[in-house]
């Protein structure tokens, strides 16, 4: 997938003048955004009476996706099916748990024991592994359970950004953890620097936004194969812009390269240092498929961890930074992404996956007709 960032905006390179801290929303995003946070309360409350039929101990707990938060271009009645990630301590002792209450949940992969569905969780994929299609009162959910290690691990280290990318997005908190809190606003932080590194010097908070959104559909095959709406980042953004100023206010203003010229107009320095010094910030696994994408475009770049310096500020130099951050990332999502639907079969069953491969291409050639 391209990346979705734009150009550099015409006749607003040459602004300087700054605007002291984050500007404010205006009346139609703060309307917006109660609008948004009582439907959560909503969302929080029916999920909450969800959670409450699951006697497996749940350590965090997170909704996404189109279930919780409205897309552009979706409409009609039929309400999608809720994603919800569950964080556990022990996967496997929570899948015994689980199957001993709920074994109509799991596919054939439940009959083989907790150890088999764990051996596949956490050996294959992403380090998740979900039950699609489960209704309970009445809602329709696809709960992925997580050993809650992986999960922050991935959000610190850029391990799969299979759940961290997710997480880019507005989530809706289900159930606290103290360790999540410090290290989602990590991940946050990772995710505005990769997004600078493959903007130009002036771009919009849309733009911002949107490139940030992109992330964890590069390199996922779906998007090649109509397995995800083309639009969806999009989408995504159009529908949640609100959101995704509250989530990222806080972060943008702590950034020492990065400030508001404007309402919706952001500048970032981009001095060889300052970006040099941001890239060193990233996590280690983006900076080696950086690194290793430099070198495959003809850049020398010497190894071992004293060379970081000398490597990052020859990286931010590049004319084409932006399309090596790009194929860096998108190295980092293929494989994981790839795997991870490849197992859906083995969780899910057979009949769940078609189903759920069906609802997914029904959306891509809907927005096909629309454009």
């Known amino acids: 997938m391209q990346s979705s960032t734009a150009a550099p905006l015409s006749g607003q390179a040459s602004a300087s003048s700054t605007v002291s801290g984050i500007p404010k929303l205006t009346d139609l995003e703060e309307a917006k955004l109660e609008q948004m946070r009582a439907a959560q309360w909503e969302t929080k409350d029916v999920l909450s009476g969800v959670m409450k039929r699951f006697g497996a101990p749940i350590r965090y707990a997170f909704a996404y996706g189109s279930g919780v938060y409205k897309q552009a271009g979706y409409g009609g009645s039929n309400k999608p099916m809720i994603d919800v990630i569950f964080a556990v301590s022990h996967p496997d002792h929570w899948h015994a748990l689980n199957i001993g209450q709920n074994r109509s949940h799991y596919s054939f992969m439940g009959t083989l024991g907790s150890n088999a569905v764990t051996f596949v969780q956490e050996r294959l994929g992403a380090g998740v592994y979900y039950n699609p299609f489960v209704e309970i009162d009445g809602v329709m959910i696809k709960y992925g359970v997580v050993s809650i290690d992986t999960l922050s691990s991935d959000l610190l280290n850029w391990d799969t950004l299979y759940l961290a990318g997710r997480m880019h997005k507005p989530t809706l908190t289900l159930r606290r953890d103290p360790l999540m809190r410090i290290t989602k606003q990590v991940n946050l932080t990772h995710a505005v620097r990769a997004a600078l590194l493959m903007l130009p010097k002036n771009f919009t908070s849309e733009e911002l936004f ?18 995800e709406n083309p639009q969806k980042v999009q989408n995504i953004v159009e529908a949640q812009m609100p959101l995704f100023k509250s989530r990222y206010g806080s972060i943008i203003e702590g950034l020492p390269n990065l400030e508001y010229i404007g309402q919706d107009l952001l500048q970032q320095d981009m001095g060889p240092t300052a970006r040099a010094a941001m890239v060193r910030k990233m996590p280690n696994n983006f900076y080696d498929s950086l690194v290793k994408q430099g070198r495959k475009s003809g850049i020398r770049l010497p190894p071992g961890l004293g060379a970081e310096a000398v490597n990052t500020e020859r990286l931010v130099t590049l004319e084409n930074i932006s399309g ?17 639907s490849v ?29």
């Open 343 to 371: 197992k859906g079969i083995l969780s899910s069953g057979l009949t769940k996956s078609v189903a759920y491969m069906y609802s997914k291409n029904s959306k891509y050639r809907s927005a096909n007709e629309q454009n």
């Open 324 to 340: 090596l951050t790009t194929k860096a990332i998108e190295t980092i999502v293929a494989r994981p992404a790839l795997t991870q």
């Open 210 to 227: 949107q490139t940030i959104a992109s992330l964890s559909f590069s390199g996922d095959f779906r998007m090649k194969i109509g397995g």
